[in-house]
């Protein structure tokens, strides 16, 4: 009998804002009676929600199950920024961006096309308008390096023959009400969304079609004649076809063993504040021109709005830290904000919190087949609204043997390449991590 099991289930540290602001009324249910299923999805985020959608459109007739070890939309697709951006940027080591033309386009169509999906989804599941918001953002620059990039990243973008616009700092200042900025780069293709309403509104809906359990991990799976059996804390499922959709956690199962990286970034978000404290349009999205920089949102919440600032990267490959770490890095995000914006010195944050990233050395997904019945769409590369939506769409393309042939740029990538001891990839990542953020400079 072949057997996996996992001793530890996801740990989340802090308060995530989202859960908190114009949140959807999601109702919670937990398994506690022993049930049979075509299809059982293991993880409630952008992977899973995927492929249980794409299980509606495909096999409509199976029975599907889907288990999270965390109420819906409290785990990382919950804690996400809130970006769904259609557009690649890579950068070098010294500040270009880089990639050829070809390889710009296929990743540009993959977006895309995870973009298209999520949309559809959206709007069957009834997301509501406020909540998935197709307004683009700016690349902010503040410093002459990060000035530098962007002008390496306009050139490339002028030889995809992608829309884009430059702002000068009055034209940051009128959009931001901040005086920080110098430039940014504006493109108008991404989405800014509601991470915890947008997999609540999408699991709610899904109920009409599958099962959907909170707060029910999965301790155990163990092969029985042609299937197999997943133990949870209070009941049993028994299931031809089990999908990994939980991102890092797979390693707690024993799979890809050294071969993911596992990232810590934090977030904060203020109390609310009203529309005469601070000029600037309503809804905006900041992503740092430097990749180490501070992502910023203004973020309507009601009758007020509210700030989001997201910076600072750790490694911890046991994909856990503690509130004394959550302190620090909560001092570091609170310098970035008074930064960009003084005015609000006296206004405190709210919420706090550390999300996870999941990396392979090599820039893979972690797919495909695991064992017979057992199948991956893990390891979004920190691109969990896009990868994650492409994982979950492609894993059931094809198991599905589905007419869209897309899923074969997940299927033909190599597989995530061998990594160091954890400790020492901890501390390599790390120094790493610390040199890019002392190089960032004022973008931090």
Same mark, same amino acid.
């Given at each position: 009998?072949?057997?996996?099991?996992?001793?530890?289930?996801?740990?989340?540290?802090g308060?995530?804002?989202?859960?908190?602001?114009?949140?959807?009324?999601?109702?919670?249910?937990?398994?506690?009676?022993?049930?049979?299923c075509?299809?059982?999805?293991?993880?409630?985020?952008?992977?899973?929600?995927?492929?249980?959608? =794409?299980?509606?459109?495909?096999?409509?007739?199976?029975?599907?199950?889907?288990?999270?070890?965390?109420?819906?939309?409290?785990?990382?697709?919950?804690?996400?920024?809130?970006?769904?951006?259609?557009?690649?940027?890579n950068?070098?080591?010294?500040?270009?961006?880089?990639?050829?033309l070809?390889?710009?386009?296929?990743?540009?169509?993959?977006?895309?096309?995870?973009?298209?999906?999520a949309?559809?989804?959206?709007?069957?599941?009834?997301?509501s308008?406020e909540?998935?918001?197709?307004?683009g953002?700016?690349?902010?620059?503040?410093t !002459?390096?990060?000035?530098?990039?962007?002008?390496?990243?306009?050139?490339?973008?002028?030889?995809?023959?992608?829309?884009?616009?430059?702002?000068? =700092?009055?034209?940051?200042?009128?959009l931001?009400?901040?005086?920080?900025?110098?430039?940014?780069?504006?493109?108008?293709?991404?989405v800014?969304?509601? !991470?915890?309403?947008?997999?609540?509104?999408?699991?709610?809906?899904?109920?009409?079609?599958c099962?959907?359990?909170?707060?029910?991990?999965a301790?155990?799976?163990?092969?029985?004649?042609?299937?197999?059996?997943?133990?949870?804390?209070?009941?049993?499922?028994?299931?031809?076809?089990?999908?990994?959709?939980?991102?890092?956690?797979?390693?707690?199962?024993?799979?890809?063993?050294?071969?993911?990286?596992?990232?810590?970034?934090f977030?904060?978000?203020?109390?609310?504040?009203?529309?005469?404290?601070?000029?600037?349009?309503?809804?905006?999205?900041?992503? !740092?021109?430097?990749?180490?920089?501070?992502?910023?949102?203004?973020i309507?919440?009601?009758?007020?709005?509210?700030?989001l600032?997201?910076?600072?990267?750790? #490694?911890h490959?046991?994909?856990?830290?503690?509130q004394?770490?959550?302190e620090?890095?909560?001092?570091?995000? =609170?310098?970035?904000?008074?930064?960009?914006?003084?005015?609000?010195?006296?206004? !405190?944050?709210?919420f706090?919190?550390?999300?996870?990233? #999941?990396?392979?050395?090599?820039?893979?997904?972690?797919?495909?087949?695991?064992d017979?019945?057992?199948?991956?769409? #893990? #390891?979004?590369?920190?691109?969990?609204?896009?990868?994650?939506?492409?994982?979950g769409?492609?894993?059931?393309?094809?198991?599905?043997?589905s007419?869209?042939?897309?899923?074969?740029s997940?299927?033909?990538a190599?597989?995530?390449?061998?990594?160091?001891?954890n400790?020492?990839?901890?501390?390599?990542?790390?120094?790493?991590?610390?040199?890019k953020?002392?190089?960032?400079?004022?973008?931090?």
């Open positions: 009998m072949t057997s996996y099991s996992s001793h530890h289930s996801p740990v989340e540290t308060q995530n804002a989202w859960l908190s602001i114009n949140s959807f009324p999601y109702k919670s249910k937990f398994l506690d009676k022993n049930t049979t075509d299809w059982l999805i293991l993880g409630g985020g952008f992977a899973g929600l995927s492929a249980a959608y =794409r299980l509606q459109q495909l096999r409509p007739k199976d029975k599907v199950v889907l288990i999270d070890a965390l109420k819906i939309g409290e785990g990382s697709a919950g804690q996400n920024s809130g970006f769904m951006i259609d557009l690649p940027h950068i070098s080591a010294s500040g270009n961006y880089t990639a050829s070809e390889k710009d386009k296929k990743t540009i169509e993959l977006h895309r096309h995870a973009m298209q999906f949309k559809d989804i959206a709007e069957e599941c009834g997301v308008k909540d998935f918001l197709r307004i953002k700016i690349n902010g620059a503040a !002459p390096s990060s000035i530098s990039w962007n002008d390496q990243y306009q050139k490339q973008l002028q030889d995809l023959s992608e829309d884009h616009q430059v702002f000068d =700092r009055k034209e940051m200042k009128e931001t009400g901040s005086e920080f900025y110098e430039s940014g780069l504006f493109t108008p293709g991404t800014l969304f509601h !991470p915890s309403n947008y997999v609540r509104n999408i699991a709610t809906k899904l109920r009409e079609y099962e959907i359990f909170d707060n029910t991990p301790t155990s799976i163990n092969s029985q004649n042609n299937s197999w059996l997943v133990q949870t804390p209070k009941a049993s499922i028994s299931s031809a076809n089990i999908i990994f959709a939980i991102n890092g956690h797979i390693q707690n199962f024993g799979f890809y063993k050294n071969r993911l990286i596992h990232l810590f970034t977030a904060a978000v203020t109390k609310k504040f009203s529309s005469d404290q601070l000029s600037g349009q309503d809804q905006w999205g900041i992503t !740092p021109a430097n990749p180490v920089g501070t992502t910023v949102r203004k309507k919440d009601g009758d007020g709005f509210r700030l600032v997201r910076n600072q990267w750790q #490694c490959q046991s994909m856990q830290i503690n004394s770490i959550l620090a890095k909560e001092q570091r995000l =609170r310098q970035s904000f008074e930064i960009r914006f003084p005015i609000f010195k006296q206004l !405190p944050f709210e706090t919190w550390g999300g996870k990233v #999941c990396l392979s050395m090599n820039n893979v997904p972690a797919f495909g087949e695991l017979r019945g057992l199948y991956s769409a #893990c #390891c979004s590369n920190g691109l969990g609204s896009i990868n994650g939506t492409l994982a769409k492609f894993i059931i393309d094809k198991l599905c043997q007419n869209d042939q897309t899923y074969l997940f299927e033909n190599d597989k995530p390449t061998l990594l160091p001891p400790f020492l990839t901890q501390i390599g990542a790390n120094l790493n991590i610390k040199t953020e002392w190089r960032a400079g004022r973008e931090l």
